[in-house]
């Protein structure tokens, strides 16, 4: 069987160097990944899943509130992602969220966003690092747990923005030591999931692998799930 297809959208500033990094783990999660910026063409519909990266922060705008003057947003990468990630829900394809793409998954089933995250939180460490140096905490019961393990871990930090109000239909899975939420999951199909650390980074830990391995999974199920169909339409027709 053929590598499932991953749509990955980064940043038109640093995408270049982060889009390696995302198509390594997804293909050693067993797909192929593919690079969209706001600058290319991207229909969900040529994909079998979508990974939205990290990067540049998103504008309030999205969400109702009020911009922060430090805040470096991307208007035509907000509205991208904003679009991809509607279309995924709406066409059952899975969806894996990192950082700033955690964050999207939210804004997208309609949350918001602390701005200055660290600011309301004040008993969260702050870190800046691609190094495993902040704890989270995983609720066991979650889909998240099943997939890397209940036990707390150790990840990297570089955010300033969390999630603040969930979605509809997602719920936090994941917190650090002073109760900012770090991952949220989707509580119905499709798989969607939310990091705010940057798995990709840490390729070399199995149970960071285990997101991306996870996400290609459920692409390859669901498009197997389609495949299988669109065969019994043929011969039905």
Known sequence: MSRPTI???????????????????????????????????????????????????????????????????DPERDALEHRLVSEAFEQDKPVLGICRGSQMLN??????????????????????????????????????????????????????????????????????????IQAIERTRDPFAIGVQWHPEHLFYAHRQRRLFHALVTAAAARRDRRRQVEAVDAVLA
Request: glycine share 12%.
């Open 7 to 73: 749509g990955v959208t980064v940043s038109t500033r640093s995408g270049w160097r982060i889009f390696p990094l995302v198509a390594f783990n997804v293909w050693l999660g067993g797909g192929r990944a593919v690079k969209w910026t706001s600058r290319r063409e991207a229909d969900i519909s040529s994909v079998d899943g979508l990974i939205v990266g990290g990067g540049d922060d998103i504008s309030a705008d999205l969400y109702g509130g009020e911009l922060v003057a430090k805040s470096r947003v």
């Open 107 to 180: 804004i997208a089933a309609g949350g918001t966003l602390w701005q200055d995250a660290y600011g309301q939180f004040t008993q969260s460490r702050k870190v800046w690092t691609i190094l495993p140096k902040k704890t989270v905490r995983l609720d066991p019961d979650s889909r998240l747990a099943a997939i890397a393990g209940p036990r707390e871990m150790r990840v990297n930090a570089l955010h300033s923005q969390a999630v603040q109000d969930l979605g509809r239909n997602f719920r936090a899975v994941a917190h650090d030591t002073g109760s900012m």
